[in-house]
């Protein structure tokens, strides 16, 4: 994670390859540490949206407009992952519940 508004520069993308870090992001982990403060349980979900660059001599930069254009075309899509995710859990709790009543009324 880095803490924003800017993206990582180059060396920092470096860095955080070299400790293992396969994504990064800027509001992910405050996010989650302030759900977590207000007792909340959390459900981590990241759209990768663009590559970072680790090499001096690539032209391309990441911008906040790429950032946004992928966003609109996957919202969809995560939209579809949020609802199916959400449905398979009620299922879960569905049959957690009645496995509770069926052991309860034995
Ligand atoms: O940490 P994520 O969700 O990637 O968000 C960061 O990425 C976007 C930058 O384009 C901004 O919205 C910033 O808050
Ligand atoms: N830190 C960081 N956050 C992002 N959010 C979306 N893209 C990026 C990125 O390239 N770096």
């Given at each position: 994670m880095v803490s924003g508004p800017n993206f990582?520069?180059?060396a920092e993308a470096r860095m955080l390859h070299i400790l293992g870090s396969d994504s990064?992001?800027?509001?992910?982990v405050p996010e989650v540490t302030v759900a977590k403060h207000c007792g909340l349980r959390v459900l981590g979900l990241s759209l990768?949206?663009?590559?970072?660059?680790?090499d001096?001599?690539?032209e391309e930069k990441v911008n906040h407009e790429e950032v946004l254009q992928i966003?609109?075309?996957r919202a969809e899509m995560l939209q579809n992952v949020l609802v199916t995710f959400i449905a398979r859990s009620h299922q879960v709790d569905t049959i957690n519940n009645?496995?509770?009543?069926?052991?309860?009324a034995m």
């Open positions: 990582e520069t180059i990064v992001g800027m509001s992910t990768i949206t663009n590559k970072v660059s680790l001096y001599s690539r966003s609109k075309m009645s496995n509770c009543i069926n052991s309860n």
